[in-house]
């Protein structure tokens, strides 16, 4: 079946413009994650779904980001008003939770910010 | 909160070799200790994991191993292949937690050369 898709694959845009990165996880995939890759670095926790609702949070670097889940489905990433520090790459990831922990990982969306 | 550390950041090894990568973790209730590949400008895919209650799991070439009371884990890839060249991920979770979130290392950039 599908798995976890991302959009856009690479987005530039401004210092101070706003950005939406969109995720599509496996249909069936009640968590979803949201992670950050800088260049040479691990993945960075941002925030987890289950459902629709986010009971963790912690992982959001400060309240420029936030994000949404439309059900058991799409989530936005959105980054207000952008550094260039956000650039990194963003993944996002789902499982079946309760059946595997397994997390599966989208692609990704590349963010340069000149 | 759960930190991880990996080591070596880089690895190079001839064909034929064996590969060994270790982790060791913070938080003694994490219970989830999974091993991502990265293969250049591709997602993480999991290669294998283990749980807490078990101290080694082999996968073909592949193995880990777990020290609770050292809180440290490995990563054994025996026979190594060009293939096998990668960026590889350590990570730490507590199953059944309130979110899951996968704690991971900066990772290893692996190089075997043929």
């Known amino acids: 079946g599908a798995g976890v898709s991302q959009s856009p694959s690479n987005k530039v845009t401004e210092k101070g413009k706003d950005v939406e990165l969109r995720c599509d996880p496996i249909?069936?995939?009640?968590?979803l994650y949201w992670y950050r890759q800088s260049l040479g670095q691990g993945l960075e926790f941002l925030i987890y779904?289950?459902?629709?609702?986010?009971?963790?949070k912690s992982g959001l670097p400060s309240d420029r980001f936030s994000a949404e889940r439309t059900g058991e489905s799409v989530s936005t990433l959105t980054i207000q008003r952008t550094q260039q520090e956000d650039s990194a790459v963003y993944l996002c990831?789902?499982?079946?939770?309760?059946?595997?922990?397994?997390?599966?990982f989208g692609p990704g969306t590349r963010l340069t910010v000149t | 909160g759960e930190n991880v550390e990996q080591h070596p950041s880089t690895l190079s090894v001839q064909e034929g070799d064996s590969a060994v990568i270790k982790c060791t973790y913070s938080?003694?209730?994490?219970?989830?200790f999974p091993w991502y590949k990265q293969e250049l400008g591709k997602r993480p895919q999991l290669i294998i994991d283990i749980r807490s209650n078990v101290g080694e799991k082999k996968d073909q070439r592949i193995a880990v191993t777990l020290n609770k009371t050292a809180k440290h884990f490995s990563l054994h890839i025996t026979e190594t292949q060009p293939e096998d060249s990668a960026v590889y991920f350590c990570?730490?979770?507590?199953?059944?937690?309130?979110?899951?979130?996968?704690?991971f290392g900066t990772g290893t950039l692996l190089a075997v050369q043929p």
């Open positions: 779904f289950q459902g629709n609702s986010a009971p963790d």
């Open positions: 249909s069936g995939h009640t968590a």
């Open positions: 938080d003694s209730a994490s219970n989830y």
């Open positions: 990570a730490a979770s507590l199953r059944g937690g309130a979110t899951n979130k996968l704690i």
């Open positions: 990831a789902s499982s079946l939770q309760g059946v595997s922990y397994e997390q599966y």
